[in-house]
């Protein structure tokens, strides 16, 4: 009697482990993703997030490494990509992440603002 019922304790602590276990392993760091640049904000004098410039895209993967796509117009008025780098994200705090030259902070689950310099910072808004 006194061994079923050790068998059926270590049982159910064998499923509660595996269960949470595969609850640490499906948790996705809320940064990952497809991100929009929404807008430049600033010290600013004049628009500068003219449309083709909204194409701009942060691309985060599962590693915390990224892809950043950046668009211009050209002289003939084409929305052309201007550059593309990639680079690593390193995670400061619960929603403060800092990469080679900027510091990015999730405002929110839709919402990232990256500060590149302390006169201006860009957000961008997450893509479904």
């Not at 902070?105 to 310099?117: A, F, H, V, Y």
Request: charge should be neutral.
């Amino acid at each position: 009697m006194i061994k079923k019922g050790l068998i059926v304790i270590l049982y159910t602590l064998l499923i509660s482990c595996s269960k949470n276990n595969n609850e640490l392993r499906s948790f996705k760091d809320p940064i990952i993703g497809v991100w929009k640049l929404d807008k430049y904000l600033g010290d600013f004098s004049f628009d500068v997030t003219p449309d083709c410039v909204k194409n701009n895209t942060f691309i985060v993967h599962d590693d915390l490494t990224f892809d950043l796509t950046t668009y211009e117009t050209d002289s003939q008025g084409n929305c052309v990509e201007k550059a593309s780098n990639k680079g690593d994200i390193n995670k400061k705090d619960a929603n403060l992440y800092e990469g080679r030259r900027a510091e990015m902070i999730l405002l929110d689950n839709s919402t990232l603002k990256i500060q590149p310099s302390p006169a201006w910072f860009m957000i961008f808004k997450k893509q479904n």
